[in-house]
């Protein structure tokens, strides 16, 4: 039977990347493409069917910041699909970005360089928001709604006697130090990104303990450091040939640092060779880091996180409790 394959924030970037990667391997595949903007969305699969003629691409829209929108498009995939065999949980945001350039242009002249790039260590902090749903934008765009949606899919995910795998795009901007149990949703913080990240590979450990009886297998990546949209809104008045100026420092970082993938496809490396793996056989407390050699030779890195059991279990505890409280707001909301 053909593969079913589902990626949340495929429009652009690594997302994309990702999806080219897979239809090139495999054209047989039923590809879903979940995105928030419908436009920038079809403009992206009209782009695969263009190389791809003979692909099934479809569209989902979702917002993973709306509960309600989560749902709806939850219920149209169970709709739609009867298994699903991965749910690769990419969509993610890192809004208003406080970039210190001061900083910046210090740290490419210490020794701090590759930890300041592949981390953004004492460079970035962000301005988060709140969504409609009284939740922090963050939170709700890059862990929350994708733990909703697949609460909602375990039906298509956890199927007897079929093996089903998330993968989830993390950071190595996942920093423990910026995550706090009693604050989740980092909403006295200003690293909610990292925090979103770190508790991303925490949710990751503790849906293996509690799914993999079921057949679920749960895998966290790292892309490396990846020229997208987010990476260029780091720095919105930044003219784009000083990037194009940068490009040479960071073939040359790459030399001695390997996660400077650069492109999205070859930061999607590691999202795709787990594609291919069996599933129980990978370690649930590693990062599987997108690396590419000073040659341009791609490859894979697996890291061991700084997570543990009790954490992971207390923070997927404390996420039930929300759903349950979000839902009863919504059901409130309907009537």
Known sequence: MNKVV?????NSGIGLGLCERLLQDNESLQLCLACRNMQRAQ???SALLTSHPSAQVALL?????SISSVLAAAQEVKLRYNRLDCLYLNAGIMPNPQFDVNAFFKGLFSSGIITMFTTGQGILTQ????TADSLQEVFATNLFGHFLLIRELEPVLCDAGHTSQLIWTSSSNAH???FNLEDM????GTQPYSSSKYASDLLSLALNTHHNKQGLYSSVICPGFVMTNMTYGLLPSFPAFLWTLLMPVFWLIRMFCNNFTLNPYNGSEALFWLFKQKPESLDPQAKYHSSTSGLGNNYIQPRKMDIDLETSEALYEQLLQLESEVRKKLKGKQK
Do not use: E, F, N
Request: charge should be positive.
């Open 176 to 178: 423990r130090s910026a």
């Open 43 to 45: 403009a992206a699969r």
């Open 61 to 65: 829209q979702m917002d993973t910041s």
């Open 6 to 10: 589902l990626v949340t924030g495929a």
């Open 127 to 130: 301005k988060d928001c709140v």
């Open 185 to 188: 949703q980092h909403q006295r």
